[in-house]
């Protein structure tokens, strides 16, 4: 996976990376350990979380949830078995921490195997920050997106 420059590692291990930027306030994650992927599409993955979203901010553990977009699509991403098309789902949504703060979170679900296998079936791209930060966050999910590869 790819991150703009400047942006280091903070935690890696096979399935699991996160980066961070200069000021540790915008991260980028990619993880592909989620079990409960199995099997499902990207879409009914992105459904999944949006129906966790609604339920917390339904009891008052997040305020002010507002859904910026719902998109899915594909990409013939980067990958040792090159021209199989992934498809993708995405969430992109602003809250309002109990602090206080508002957040603005972008996240994809990548198809790994390009419907070849069953397993964890989806690698999980999230990056958040500032409402401020939209379209900048946009286009790093987008790179990371193209750029996710699997091994082995």
Do not use: C
């Not at 420059?5 to 200069?22: E, I, L, N, V």
């Amino acid at each position: 996976m790819e991150a703009p420059a400047g942006w280091d590692f903070s935690q890696r291990d096979p399935r699991y990376a996160k980066m961070t930027d200069s000021t540790g306030i915008r991260p980028l994650k990619v993880d592909a350990s989620h079990q409960e992927t199995t099997g499902k599409t990207p879409e009914e993955d992105a459904a999944d979380r949006e129906r966790q979203l609604q339920a917390m901010a339904a009891t008052g553990k997040i305020k002010d949830l507002r859904f910026l977009s719902k998109e899915q699509g594909s990409i013939n991403a980067k990958d040792p078995r090159a021209g199989l098309d992934r498809a993708w789902a995405s969430r992109d949504y602003t809250y309002t921490e109990l602090s206080g703060a508002v957040r603005e979170v972008h996240i994809r679900w990548i198809d790994l195997n390009a419907g070849q296998s069953v397993g964890p079936t989806d690698a999980v791209v999230i990056s958040g920050g500032l409402a401020v930060d939209y379209a900048a966050l946009i286009k790093v999910v987008d790179r990371a997106t193209k750029s996710v590869t699997t091994a082995g």
